[in-house]
């Protein structure tokens, strides 16, 4: 039966991660008009994925379960898979015993119900790892390339992590924030095109702080490996986004964003297609199109990217509504507005009122909105109002500072039963916890004392202990280490024992009277025991044993760390090491050959307080 953790003085790890990776990828490409999915995403290192959508090519990496019918090509949405990947990457570790943990970090798309339906897309940065068979109920610490995390297994030794980071329906910017990033990639020999091969383990690079392994410590394991399945094709594409399109008189103006310099408006209504026109060292893109007298507006545009391979195309949608005008006078806003297909007449100005098949209508107002929107139907155009008229707006005369009256109170009637002497205080202590361990702090606390003004918090007797700031109600109270868990002590620290801290608080009233309240908090330690003590001189010195709290092991932090002292010459101590306190209360000072010089007799100091001195070495 596996001995149960128990809270000391520090909350005990839990199943998450520790050492995030923010800011791995940076950006995310335009919206691929034939799946609804974002074209690439862009690392910190400058490297754009896309997706590998071919059930034919092993470096993509897809399983034929994800697609209806696998011996058809991909194709959207009728035959397109439930999930694929722009970087998979994973690692495993073999556990002693048979047992085994999986790492997985990818940058997944998906759809949030399950199903392949046109507004589901959702994308998503992934961490993952899945223990079983380990040590069980232990705390196990995973690092990997992208960070670190732990992991609390059950009493079968099964665990698992999984963040996701965020599935946000049409949101593809949410992954940005996650851990995932820079891409993983082979250090070497990855097929053209690609970052690796999912069918081979290799060697990796990308790690944002070098370590590009997956590893295991605690519970007795310190395991790690370099080999690593990575899938990843590198973006050949840059994608288009549609941003407007707009009737305007007799011409059609279109706005799209893209990093390619190949753009093209798709013929249209009999039109021919026509070049999109950029500005150098810019992704913004527009054509002004011509239509022709008495032509019904189109309801919608594609804009294409040429240089992408196959051709990226995004559709815009024309919302039916073109502003021309919304003019302010001084008295008046004049809007005008044209409606086309699918708005209709009247059309609605939020706030003001409508405009009828003239196209125009006034307004009366005393203080014009900045913008109007007019709307009709799911049709709707924003447009800023221009002011062209109207006088400036009168201020407010000055007005002369009159003389200064002195204060102004409107204070309690004075109470003619009132006492002039101040109430007397009543000191009142306790504390937020009842015992304390060495090296772990509490609040003690004064506030409830009544008419206190001022507080002095002090120490009768016991163990010593540390005040924050004695002059405060609710000061922190720190029990010190036994030994210090840090430096080097030159001697054997006393072996110290725990017991009562006894503490007074004196408050002070308005007019100077006092109380006093004691308080008291048990100072405790762990205890120390000592299992194995030999010394084979030019071998080995092996000193181990346990650390328990409450008679079972803790969680804490900095880990219990035990000193081991040589007192073969009592009037020379020589510190010969120490040790950490594992999870399983476990610690051992293991040194090969160790002194030249037989050691016959130690003593151990717990930074907790526990001791054991003197203990006899055996010498074999």
């Known amino acids: 039966m596996a001995l149960p953790l128990t809270l000391a003085t520090t909350s005990l790890a839990a199943t998450r991660v520790t050492v995030p990776n923010p800011g791995g990828l940076v950006d995310v490409g335009p919206v691929n008009a034939e799946h609804g999915f974002p074209s690439w995403y862009e690392d910190s290192a400058g490297t754009r994925l896309e997706p590998c959508l071919d059930l034919d090519n092993p470096l993509c990496g897809l399983l034929p379960d994800e697609v209806p019918y696998p011996d058809a090509p991909i194709s959207y949405p009728d035959n397109f898979p439930g999930e694929f990947f722009y970087q998979l990457a994973g690692a495993e570790l073999d556990l002693p015993g048979g ?6 970090l990818g940058l997944e798309a998906a759809w949030a119900n399950d199903i392949v339906r046109n507004g589901d897309q959702v994308t998503f940065s992934r961490t993952r790892v899945v223990v079983r068979d380990a040590p069980a109920d232990t705390i196990l610490t995973f690092t990997h390339p992208f960070g670190e995390l732990t992991v609390d297994t059950d009493a079968s030794g099964d665990g698992r992590l999984v963040e996701d980071i965020s599935p946000s329906v049409g949101n593809f910017r949410t992954p940005l924030k996650g851990n995932l990033g820079p891409f993983l990639r082979w250090d070497a020999g990855a097929p053209a095109g690609y970052l690796g091969n999912p ?5 990796v690079t990308g790690s944002p702080t070098g370590f590009n392994r997956f590893a295991v410590s605690g519970g007795g394991l310190d395991l790690s490996t370099d080999q690593f399945t990575v899938t990843g094709k590198v973006a050949t594409n840059t994608g288009v986004t549609g941003d407007q399109a707009v009737v305007n008189g007799g011409f059609l103006d279109v706005f799209a964003t893209s990093r390619g310099t190949q753009l093209q408006v798709k013929p249209l209504n009999g039109l021919p297609a026509t070049p999109m026109t950029h500005d150098p060292d810019s992704t913004r893109h527009y054509a002004r199109i011509e239509l022709q007298p008495g032509a019904t507006p189109p309801t919608s545009v594609t804009v294409q990217n040429l240089g992408d391979d196959p051709v990226s195309e995004s559709v815009i949608r024309l919302s039916g509504i073109t502003v021309t005008r919304a003019e302010y006078t001084g008295s008046h806003l004049v809007v005008s507005a044209v409606a086309t297909a699918p708005a209709t007449y009247p059309l609605t100005v939020q706030g003001l009122g409508t405009i009828d098949a003239s196209g125009s209508a006034t307004f009366d107002v005393a203080a014009p909105p900045a913008v109007v929107t007019v709307s009709s139907g799911a049709s709707s155009a924003t447009f800023p109002v221009t002011v062209t008229g109207g006088a400036a707006t009168p201020g407010l005369p000055p007005v002369t500072p009159g003389p200064d009256g002195g204060p102004v109170t409107d204070n309690t009637p004075d109470n003619p039963d009132a006492q002039d002497t101040p109430p007397a205080p009543v000191a009142t202590a306790t504390a937020a916890a009842a015992s304390v361990l060495r090296g772990g702090t509490t609040t003690v606390d004064g506030g409830s004392s009544t008419a206190a003004v001022s507080y002095a918090w002090s120490q009768l007797s016991g163990p010593a202990v540390t005040i924050s700031n004695p002059a405060v109600a609710k000061p922190t109270l720190t029990v010190p280490y036994a030994v210090a ?46 299992g194995t003590a030999r010394h084979k001189v030019g071998q080995e010195l092996r000193i181990g044993g346990t650390s328990l709290v409450a008679g079972a092991p803790a969680t804490l932090s900095p880990p219990t760390q035990v000193y081991v002292w040589n007192l073969s010459n009592p009037a020379k101590p020589v510190l010969l090491g120490k040790a950490p306190v594992d999870t399983l209360g476990n610690w051992e000072l293991r040194q090969k050959p160790g002194p030249g010089a037989q050691v016959s007799r130690a003593g151990v100091q717990s930074t907790r307080g526990g001791a054991v001195t003197p203990v006899t070495v055996a010498s074999r």
């Open 99 to 104: 047992g085994r943990a999986v790492l997985t």
């Open 199 to 203: 069918d081979q383990t290799h060697t």
């Open 485 to 530: 868990p840090t430096g080097t002590p030159t001697a054997p620290a006393p072996a110290s024992a725990g017991g009562d801290a006894v503490l007074q608080l004196t408050v002070t009233g308005a007019g100077g009277a006092t109380s006093t309240a004691q308080l008291t908090v048990t100072v405790t330690q762990d205890t120390v025991a000592v």
